[in-house]
């Protein structure tokens, strides 16, 4: 049996998770395997309850207007409460795409208007024009300096911070938020969201190990041999004009 086990709670696997999003915890998998570190996958759908002590990490991904459309009244009316508390004992809550913009407090779609659960303040409207669509690539600063991120994003929705909130990062190349602030993302305390797919993670293995160290309280994680995986990095950044 692993000394560690990371507890992921991931959120509507079967609705949400566009662009092989799903690739995100499949990455979590490996890299805690390769450090002798156990995980714990537990998949929570519609109607089903929610434990806000059984988990480090909360994920959930992208999906569909139809599929969000669901999820995001699930959210409130069953999972909200819990989710709520999870983020006060400082569980890590990370929102990918429509499940960054569930987050905050709203997604307005014409005369419709989709409940988030409020753990950011921000809303989600969508408006006339183009979907923000390509490669993006953002400077993000976890507490050891500044590093990139690298991914793509496709959304229809602007996503809108409060002035209280921090954006996750420092659009360098593409979109972010709304193609207008030069933010992307959002980060309060253990709460993240972005509109980076890709999957994020796989390109971003550094990011992933931040995920799993912050989660279980370990100040560093034991290195892995990276190179392919720094390739692949290399290759999104590449992509993203940087």
């Known amino acids: 049996m692993p000394e560690r086990e990371l507890r992921l709670c991931a959120l509507y696997p079967d609705l949400m998770s566009i662009y092989a999003d799903r ?24 109607g089903e309850a929610l434990d806000p002590d059984a988990h480090d990490l909360f994920y959930l991904g992208g999906g569909q207007d139809r599929d969000q459309r669901l999820c995001a009244l699930d959210l409130v009316e069953t999972k909200g409460d819990a ?8 569980a890590l809550v990370l929102g990918i795409c429509g499940g960054f ?12 208007r989709l409940p988030g659960l409020g753990l950011v303040d921000a809303r989600t409207v969508r408006e006339d024009g183009p979907r923000l669509i390509g490669n993006v690539a953002i400077e993000v600063d976890l ?19 409060g ?8 659009v360098l190349r593409g979109h972010g938020n709304n193609g207008r602030d030069g ?13 980076l797919h890709g999957p994020l993670l796989p390109k971003n293995t550094w990011f992933a190990d931040w995920l799993i160290a912050t989660a279980l309280g ?25």
């Open 83 to 90: 989710l709520r508390a999870a983020a006060a004992r400082g």
């Open 101 to 112: 913009q569930l987050l905050g407090h709203e997604y307005e779609l014409g005369d419709e």
């Open 218 to 242: 370990l100040g560093e994680l034991a290195d892995l041999e990276d190179r392919l995986e720094d390739a692949a990095h290399a290759s999104a950044r590449h992509a993203a004009g940087l």
């Open 163 to 170: 002035p209280g909130e921090q954006p996750l990062g420092r």
């Open 23 to 46: 690739g995100n915890v499949a990455v979590l998998a490996r890299r805690c395997a390769w450090r002798g570190i156990g995980l714990r996958v537990t998949a929570v759908g519609l």
């Open 143 to 161: 507490g050891t300096g500044p590093r990139v991120l690298a991914g793509f994003e496709n959304h229809g929705g602007r996503t809108y911070l």
């Open 183 to 195: 933010g992307e993302g959002v980060r309060q305390g253990r709460v993240l969201g972005t509109y």
